[in-house]
């Protein structure tokens, strides 16, 4: 019998390893994926909602999967363990970023793309020590008092013509103010002005769009010399308006030291004292401060004012969780009084409404792309050196593992545990973790914290008729932020 099985063992043997060969010949020990087709890889997979393509393809090959995204090696985490070891266990190795070719030059002096070497390591310094640190952030949340007030009175004006408020719309205006009065101490946008808030935001959903969008050059570097898209020429003319915006506010504070007028410590102010101080190893020229404003301004704005966007939208779909959240408001703060940042640790489901809403619609789905240039040895496999890792948050937020009854929104689930949405707890992680954790982190929670707050403590709301009875349009438009595709309209009724 064994010697009537043999050779059709051996050959079945040896065909499988050439097929195994073959297929695999240059992929041995890294994370599986799908099966490359040439030269595009499996860049045909990824569609226009990468998060969900990539969220479809782990459930096949795991929590960590490798594709050949044209010539690059993509890695992707899907799961808290997998996350973990590369934002954790490994986070010196992958700290680098994959840089997008539409950055061209602004990735020079850029926080979000510099690599880990001293110079990067300097800035987040001053982010975390002077920024971002939260006695600068008490300073002046004075300002931020004031702009929040502005908000609730602008929605006070539509409630009383009658008007349904764009709710992403007021939020960005918002947050772009928010940031601008903690960097500059003044409005950039006004909520009142359409014209002149409409064009800043388009250039910054502009330049996140395009910063977000897979692009020939990133999946074949060979060719990104050529830009055949035009992004990086697209992206270059956005970035010049910005430094235009920026470069009036620092020349008038230059002049302003200049004749001895009084400090206003706001983060202008530090930078500025730091350029002055003897330590050269950030940097702080005028291309580097052009760089940070647009860093802080694009990563600071659209995330923020989207968490918003969605959060009203899951409540507004959520009679019970709303009802819940404006009872809280009522009980610990009334609608008397404003609210302050320092209210918010006693707010513990409008935490929870805040954290539900960053495990259904993570701002940055994949996190900012890392790179490496070594090989790595993760949960058995290898990382080749040149990978570029997403983390895909987005799938995170919906696997059923972690999470009972996913699709539901359903704050309640964070009122039991304690989850840190920090960077702490590997379930939760909207922000990144490790060294390159986002690092506006401090203000974006409050920011969100204190408008959600404020919108719902003034106001009860509403949807409009004909959207209450087809319901609410969930779509998702991809970018470096996850935005809903379909803007939110509600109506106000003052309390
Ligand atoms: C809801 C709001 C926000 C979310 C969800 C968010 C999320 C993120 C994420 C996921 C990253 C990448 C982290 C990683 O690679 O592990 C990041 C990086 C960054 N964020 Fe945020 N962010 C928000 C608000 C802000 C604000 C308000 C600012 C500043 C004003 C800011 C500034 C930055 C910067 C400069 C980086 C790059 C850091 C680096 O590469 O070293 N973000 N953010
Ligand atoms: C990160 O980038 C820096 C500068 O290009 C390089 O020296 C360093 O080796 C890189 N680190 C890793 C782990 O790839
Ligand atoms: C190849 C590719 O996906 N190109 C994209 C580059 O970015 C723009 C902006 O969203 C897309 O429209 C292109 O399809």
Not at 379 to 391: A, D, E, H, K, L
């Amino acid at each position: 019998m064994a010697s009537v099985l043999f050779p059709w063992l051996a050959w079945l043997l040896v065909s499988l390893a050439a097929v195994y060969l073959l297929g695999h010949g240059r992929r041995r020990g890294r994370p599986p994926g799908p099966r490359p087709l040439p030269v595009i890889g499996s860049l045909h997979l990824l569609g226009n909602q990468p998060h969900r393509s990539l969220a479809r393809l782990a459930k096949v090959h795991g929590p960590l999967m490798s594709l050949h995204l044209g010539a690059v090696t993509t890695v992707v985490a899907s799961s808290p363990a997998a996350a973990q070891e590369f934002l954790q266990r490994h986070d010196a190795v992958f700290s680098n970023r994959s840089v997008p070719d539409a950055a061209g030059d602004h990735s020079r002096n850029s926080l979000v793309w510099l690599p880990n070497a001293p110079r990067w390591r300097a800035l987040r310094k001053i982010m975390g020590t002077e920024l971002f640190a939260p006695h600068r952030l008490d300073a002046l949340q004075h300002l931020r008092r004031d702009k929040v007030r502005e908000l609730v009175d602008h929605v006070g004006r539509l409630a009383r013509r009658g008007e349904a408020v764009n709710i992403g719309r007021v939020a960005f205006t918002t947050c772009v103010n928010l940031i601008s009065c903690t960097i500059f101490s003044r409005d950039l946008t006004s909520l009142d002005d359409d014209g002149g808030s409409g064009e800043f935001q388009e250039v910054v959903t502009d330049i996140m769009e395009a910063g977000g969008s897979p692009n020939i050059s990133d999946f074949f570097p060979a060719l990104a010399a050529a830009d055949l898209q035009g992004w990086r020429r697209r992206l270059g003319r956005l970035f010049a308006r910005l430094h235009r915006t920026f470069d009036e506010e620092i020349d008038a504070r230059l002049r302003g030291r200049e004749t001895g007028g009084p400090k206003k410590n706001d983060f202008l102010d530090l930078l500025l004292d730091a350029a002055e101080d003897g330590d050269n190893t950030a940097r702080l020229d005028r291309d580097t401060l052009r760089s940070l404003f647009t860093d802080l301004f694009g990563a600071g704005s659209d995330t923020s004012s989207s968490t918003l966007e969605w959060a009203m939208t899951e409540l507004l779909q959520s009679p019970a969780s709303m009802t819940k959240a404006c009872d809280e408001l009522a009980t610990v703060i009334g609608s008397k009084r404003s609210i302050e940042e320092s209210d918010i640790d006693r707010l513990p489901y409008l935490q929870a409404v805040v954290k539900e809403t960053f495990r259904l619609h993570p701002p940055v789905p994949l996190l900012i792309p890392r790179h490496t240039k070594v090989d790595t040895k993760i949960m058995g496999y290898t990382i080749p050196q040149g990978s570029r890792v997403f983390i895909n948050v987005w799938a995170m937020g919906r696997d059923k593992e972690t999470w009972p009854e996913p699709k539901k929104f359903m704050p309640e689930r964070f009122l039991g545990r304690t989850v840190d949405l920090r960077g702490g707890d590997f379930d939760l992680i909207p922000f990144g973790a490790g060294r390159r954790i986002c690092p506006g982190m401090p203000l974006a929670i409050r920011m969100v914290h204190l408008i959600l707050a404020s919108l719902l403590n003034q106001f009860t709301w509403r949807l409009p008729d004909e959207v209450e009875r087809n319901g609410v349009d969930m779509a998702e438009k991809f970018g470096v932020t996850l935005t809903k595709a379909v803007p939110l309209c509600a109506f106000a009724t003052p309390l």
